[in-house]
């Protein structure tokens, strides 16, 4: 009781001296007599806690700021407050005119961190954000999440939007899986062999081919946040491009792309003749057909049997139909990938 009456007479001569202003013995001025007005009163006498974690200052070996480094400098990092604009004039003798005008002035918050979009090329960056938090939008459609291209193991994609879905405009030519992973090239005699994930390109043009393996890993052929089409995908994608009659003529490239190539590319899909890989190694067909992988089992071909929708020149149908031509193990197929 005796320190406590102690306590009580020393805020209250402390305060009336220093704290005029305040209610005493309210010592920080908040309006509330509390263990804060306490620790203000010992900081007269060289001790405080500004962190509030209970050990003082000069004992503390870590004295957190408020964005909570230890003996921080505190919030350093700008963020716009609000933007106002402000009209004003000059007069012209030039032309004997008022000219108004609009002034801007920027009011900014100092914090501790300011999430936004840190991409210059994106419609909505931020040149004061401090961490990206993945909202950057580039004008693209919604079903790609306003993307128009996408970065892929150093190469730019075109994006589509056709229907409700997003497709790479263009044939995959990853050498890396999603997670890193190398992806063995398979040129020659290897191909027909080989019980490992493989890729192989014949021509610049058309992308690279994938064998099943490649097509089926689990370390993710196309990037995160994407996938090797399924029967489904692809039969929705027939369907939006007219049906399967019309849908290979409205889905491949122009002539003026790849002259043996009878295309209106209706939508953008941009499909071109890549051709195939067979089992045996050799290749078949470039610039007139085009196979795509789908995940999608045949077991009736056996257990490496899978769909691969195609198109062929000279031909307007994109020949789907759950699947009417299948792939096996060592073929090697394009591959397009569709956002989840």
């Not at 689990?218 to 692809?234: A, F, I, K, N, Q």
Request: hydrophobic share 35%; glycine share 12%.
């Amino acid at each position: 009781m005796r320190i406590t009456l102690l306590l009580f007479a020393l805020l209250l001569t402390l305060g009336l001296s220093a704290q005029e202003t305040c209610m005493q013995p309210d010592v920080n001025c908040d309006g509330y007599v509390n263990v804060n007005d306490l620790l203000g009163l010992l900081g007269y006498y060289g001790d405080e806690d500004l962190d509030g974690d209970g050990i003082w200052d000069d004992q503390d070996d870590c004295v957190e700021d408020e964005c909570g480094v230890c003996d921080g400098p505190g919030p350093q990092v700008l963020a716009v407050d609000t933007i106002t604009f402000t009209i004003d004039s000059i007069f012209v003798e030039a032309i004997d005119e008022w000219y108004v005008f609009e002034v801007p002035d920027t009011l900014f918050t100092i914090v501790c961190t300011n999430p936004g979009c840190t991409d210059p090329m994106a419609e909505n960056y931020d040149p004061y954000a401090s961490e990206d938090d993945q909202t950057c939008t580039y004008g693209g459609p919604e079903q790609c999440a306003g993307l128009l291209t996408l970065t892929y193991d150093n190469h730019i994609y075109n994006l589509v939007a056709i229907g409700e879905q997003c497709w790479f405009a263009e044939n995959l030519e990853t050498e890396h899986f999603s997670n890193g992973t190398e992806i063995p090239e398979q040129p020659g005699s290897g191909w027909s062999g080989t019980d490992q994930p493989a890729w192989c390109q014949y021509h610049p043009d058309y992308g690279y081919l994938y064998n099943t393996r490649a097509m089926l890993d689990s370390s993710g052929l196309c990037p995160s946040g994407w996938r090797v089409p399924s029967d489904e995908d692809w039969l929705a994608l027939s369907d939006f491009a007219g049906g399967a009659e019309i849908a290979g003529e409205a889905l491949k490239a122009t002539a003026d792309d790849f002259p043996s190539w009878d295309g209106l590319n209706s939508f953008g899909f941009s499909a071109v003749p890549g051709g195939s890989r067979i089992g045996n190694g050799e290749w078949y067909d470039f610039g007139s057909i085009g196979i795509f992988w789908s995940t999608t089992p045949r077991p009736e071909f056996g257990e490496w049997g899978y769909s691969a929708p195609f198109m062929y020149t000279g031909d307007s149908q994109f020949n789907f139909e759950n699947g009417s031509n299948a792939g096996w193990v060592n073929d090697g197929f394009s591959v397009r990938c569709i956002k989840d």
